[in-house]
């Protein structure tokens, strides 16, 4: 079992920046994929960024040049940095993980959410 813990989100200025953190914890033997989704009011769930246990990161086109994700293998940590906020970024944003190889799916495992708000 994973357990995975989010922090950083809050309320934020059109511009500004926010970094996210989540932290897997629990019983595992390695964590493969983590990544960060997003959902806002009456929408569906959407990747914002994945990054491989080696390090290599996709992003949604949404976020390309403004958010940037990370990880510490050593602590098992993800993290979102954001840049450049803007209101149509502000939803529940979730940490995924996964303990397997391949890419995350509703499967995984998954955080229980922070609220980012992005003010106009």
């Known amino acids: 079992q994973v357990q995975l813990v989010e922090s950083g989100g809050g309320l934020v200025q059109a511009g500004g920046s926010l970094r996210l953190s989540c932290a897997a914890s629990g019983t595992f033997f390695r964590i493969g994929m983590m990544g960060w989704y997003r959902q806002a009011p009456g929408k569906q769930r959407e990747l914002v960024a994945v990054i491989t246990d080696g390090g290599m990161p996709d992003y949604a086109d949404s976020v390309k040049g403004r958010f940037s994700i990370s990880r510490e293998n050593a602590n098992n940590t993800v993290f979102l940095q954001m840049t450049s906020l803007k209101p149509e970024d502000t939803a529940v944003y979730y940490c995924?993980?996964?303990?397997?190889?391949?890419?995350?799916?509703?499967?995984?495992?998954w955080g229980q959410g922070t609220q980012v708000t992005v003010s106009s």
């Open positions: 995924a993980a996964k303990t397997g190889p391949g890419f995350i799916d509703m499967s995984d495992y």
